[in-house]
């Protein structure tokens, strides 16, 4: 076993132990404590703050409105998400462009509940004049969300399961490649969010957290690409691999782009992202026809080319045993 091989071991073992671990009964208790804490720590906080109770220094950067805490909440949950999007990575690329899906559509529910922080009263109140805009910017990314959570159903069902590797040791190797990548990921998710809260708490600085880990994700499809193309070069699998990336740098785009805007071409990535599955889906069915047929054209020309070296120029068998000519 050579270094490389001894790397991807130690690696996948590393990876393996996590992914039991996240997916098991521990993990989700854990995940649950930690969402519910940090919804009631943060509404704790920011009425302690409303009432005064904080030093000058800590309340300048903590909100006085109640409806922040529902960001703070929607924020550890999308980070849990991104965790599970990254533990999927090394099981299948359709599913992890679906989750890049699901975590887009929550990023989108979240930036929709991120409007009531600008009603800062109770009862909410808004009219044409004042509000108006916050309620649309509502209305828009609740839409789109629910748009693209109605397109994943469709894009799932339409998925067609088939291995680009040709025997099980390539899998094996093709998978643990993919699982050093996800472990990169997770190294790199953590250390944006030490820095995100640092930022946050030191200089009361709120960075673009997930537009940023959007950008890492559109690396991370590329090399999956490429890594792939050892494995298998056929046309539909590298379009597919590569129409998936493409949609992962539509969703960037939307993250990053005007309001309104961001939330239709959001919604045309998750389309574009249906129509690459569906494409998939009936070119496969169709390009395995000429394959098959080179395949048994090449089986037939080996055979022949067999027979024909069992046999003699002058027709005679020349097979150890068999007569020769002139005896």
Same mark, same amino acid.
């Given at each position: 076993m050579n270094v490389a091989e001894r790397s991807l071991r130690v690696n996948s073992r590393a990876?393996?132990?996590?992914?039991?671990?996240?997916?098991?009964?521990?993990?989700?208790?854990?995940?649950?404590?930690?969402?519910?804490?940090?919804?009631?720590?943060?509404?704790?906080?920011?009425?302690?703050?409303?009432l005064g109770g904080?030093?000058?220094?800590?309340?300048?950067?903590?909100?006085?409105?109640?409806?922040?805490?529902?960001?703070?909440?929607?924020?550890l949950f999308l980070v849990v998400e991104l965790i599970g999007l990254i533990v999927g990575l090394a099981t299948s690329v359709a599913d992890t462009a679906g989750k890049q899906f699901e975590v887009f559509s929550l990023i989108l529910i979240r930036r929709s509940f991120k409007e009531l922080v600008k009603f800062e009263e109770e009862p909410i109140q808004w009219g044409f004049d004042a509000g108006r805009e916050a309620v649309q910017y509502l209305v828009v990314d609740a839409t789109a969300a629910l748009l693209i959570f109605l397109t994943l159903g469709v894009f799932y069902k339409?998925?067609?399961?088939q291995p680009i590797t040709q025997t099980?040791?390539?899998?094996?190797?093709?998978?643990?490649?993919?699982?050093?990548?996800?472990?990169?990921?997770?190294?790199?998710?953590?250390?944006?969010g030490v820095h995100a809260?640092? =930022?946050? =708490?030191?200089?009361?600085?709120?960075?673009p957290f997930f537009n940023a880990f959007y950008t890492i994700l559109i690396f991370s499809d590329v090399l999956i690409v490429l890594i792939s193309l050892r494995y298998s070069a056929t046309y539909h699998v590298v379009f597919r691999?590569?129409?998936?990336?493409?949609?992962?740098?539509?969703i960037r785009l939307a993250l990053s782009g005007p309001r309104y805007f961001g939330a239709v071409l959001g919604v045309g990535a998750a389309l574009f992202n249906l129509g690459v599955a569906a494409a998939y889906r009936y070119v496969v069915p169709a390009?395995?026809?000429?394959?098959?047929?080179?395949?048994?054209?090449?089986?037939r020309r080996g055979e022949r080319a067999e027979a024909d070296e069992e046999v003699s120029p002058d027709g005679v068998e020349t097979e150890e045993g068999s007569p020769t000519p002139g005896m």
């Open positions: 990876f393996d132990a996590f992914e039991a671990w996240w997916e098991g009964k521990q993990a989700r208790r854990f995940v649950a404590a930690v969402l519910v804490s940090g919804f009631l720590v943060s509404l704790a906080v920011i009425e302690l703050n409303r904080l030093p000058s220094s800590v309340a300048t950067s903590v909100s006085t409105n109640h409806f922040k805490a529902i960001d703070v909440a929607f924020t339409l998925q067609r399961y099980e040791g390539e899998e094996h190797y093709f998978v643990a490649q993919k699982k050093v990548v996800a472990n990169l990921l997770l190294v790199i998710l953590f250390g944006m809260v640092f =930022l946050l =708490l030191v200089n009361g600085e709120s960075v691999n590569s129409g998936f990336a493409a949609a992962t740098v539509m390009a395995q026809g000429p394959t098959e047929r080179n395949r048994e054209q090449k089986r």
